[in-house]
């Protein structure tokens, strides 16, 4: 039992990495309009993230071959969903509709993941969660709409809103999936393959705008953003978010996405100078108990 809980408690903090990981990645597609197309922008991220991770994982690939082989379609489709969809459906999304909004559409992430998780596997969500998943999404409407609600009934509606449902959305199914199709093998030789199959299903897409945007060259400059990019929400990130679906389940796993604002808010504060108000405070506040009262919901058999 002890054991069991040092093991959850560990797969929690990893999913809380990943979530200011993420945040940081949000932070970086915003300042990168304009000067790399979001395709490249995924593309090369994975790219840089293989050439990492390649020579750790090659070896678990090699000897989960067999594996790897009678699970094929799974591999396929959690490659797909994960690396070649939902990254580029966010970056995509960051050209055409603001922060706040990207923000808010985020925040109904665990939502998705829950609902998911009952169409897929039916798995029921507790009343503990629900209770937790409404304080913290009242939490994150608190600070996505800097503590005057009126502010929501006045957001403009941005095709990249529209994107960013269907990114979540594909990211609840492979959270879902990613519990129910379980491949034999090291988790670095998972993402390792992951990340390989994801990018080439990316290279057609890439050559693509590629040639519809008169191509995009690699310089120098953005160095520091594709190795941020592919270290950090990208092979720390997955490899945390994987542990943490296969230790605490899909949707206690969901419910840390609502840190993602405030993780946001401290990053604007440190990096481009904006001030942290009341209203983070209060908006934390119910962040933080949402998340406390999901994760000590007893999860059902099916978790």
Do not use: K
Request: net charge positive; with cysteine; charged share 5%.
């Amino acid at each position: 039992m002890q054991q069991h809980s040092q093991s959850a408690i560990f797969a929690a903090i990893g999913v809380i990495l990943t979530t200011l990981f993420w945040a940081g990645n949000a932070v970086v597609a915003r300042s990168t309009v304009g000067d790399i197309p979001p395709v490249a922008l995924a593309f090369w991220r994975w790219a840089v993230a293989l050439a990492i991770l390649l020579p750790f994982g090659i070896q678990h690939v090699y000897r989960a071959r067999a594996a790897l082989r009678q699970h094929w379609l799974a591999l396929l489709c959690l490659s797909l969903l994960s690396v070649a969809t939902f990254n580029t459906l966010l970056y995509i999304a960051a050209q055409s509709t603001t922060a706040i909004n990207i923000t808010l559409v985020n925040s109904a992430m665990p939502v998705s993941v829950a609902i998911m998780a009952w169409l897929l596997l039916r798995q029921p969500t507790s009343a503990g969660q629900a209770v937790g998943i409404g304080a913290a999404a009242i939490g994150t409407l608190i600070i996505v709409s800097r503590g005057d609600l009126g502010v929501l009934a006045n957001l403009n509606i941005h095709p990249g809103d529209a994107i960013m449902v269907a990114a979540i959305l594909v990211w609840g199914v492979y959270s879902v999936l990613l519990r129910r199709w379980s491949i034999p093998i090291h988790p670095v030789g998972f993402l390792t393959a992951t990340i390989a199959v994801g990018t080439l299903m990316l290279l057609p897409v890439y050559l693509l705008e590629y040639a519809l945007l008169d191509g995009y060259t690699l310089n120098v400059a953005h160095a520091p953003v594709f190795l941020y990019l592919a270290i950090f929400p990208g092979i720390l990130a997955y490899l945390f978010w994987n542990h943490g679906i296969a230790v605490l389940g899909p949707s206690r796993s969901a419910m840390f996405i609502y840190l993602m604002p405030v993780f946001a808010a401290v990053l604007a504060t440190l990096f481009i100078g904006e001030r942290l108000y009341a209203y983070h405070a209060a908006g934390g506040a119910f962040i933080l108990a949402g998340l406390f009262l999901a994760t000590q919901a007893r999860q059902s058999p099916a978790q």
